[in-house]
């Protein structure tokens, strides 16, 4: 069955870089759209970035938030999600997605805390 894994969010201090990963298994993940989300305390889920399987993005609408980079390896199967200038405001719960036949799948989600 479809699977998401995230990883690689952790405590970073604003203005730091961090490289979320998405690796993904039961399905043809170079034949789909890979999407992020995020979720913070309170909020609810948004949208971030999303990357064509030719490599086509969609960044964040909001480009205030910060320059949140998609790009994914269809080798590997594992889709990447990086920002080069954290702000506090991008402390979030961050999520892969993909629709398969109608269905969204999502992961279980990574944690992203920017504080100093």
């Known amino acids: 069955q479809v699977q998401l894994v995230e990883s690689g969010g952790h405590l970073v201090q604003p203005g730091g870089s961090l490289r979320l990963s998405c690796t993904a298994s039961g399905f043809m993940f170079r034949e789909y759209i890979l999407s992020w989300y995020r979720q913070a305390p309170g909020k609810e889920r948004e949208f971030v970035a999303s990357i064509t399987p030719f490599g086509g993005v969609t960044p964040i609408r909001n480009t205030g938030k910060g320059q949140w980079n998609p790009s994914r390896d269809n080798i590997k199967n594992i889709g990447y999600l990086q920002n080069d200038s954290l702000k506090p405001e991008d402390t979030a719960v961050y999520y892969c997605?993909?629709?398969?036949?109608?269905?969204?799948?999502w992961g279980q989600g990574t944690q992203v805390t920017v504080s100093s």
């Open positions: 997605s993909v629709e398969v036949s109608g269905t969204v799948h």
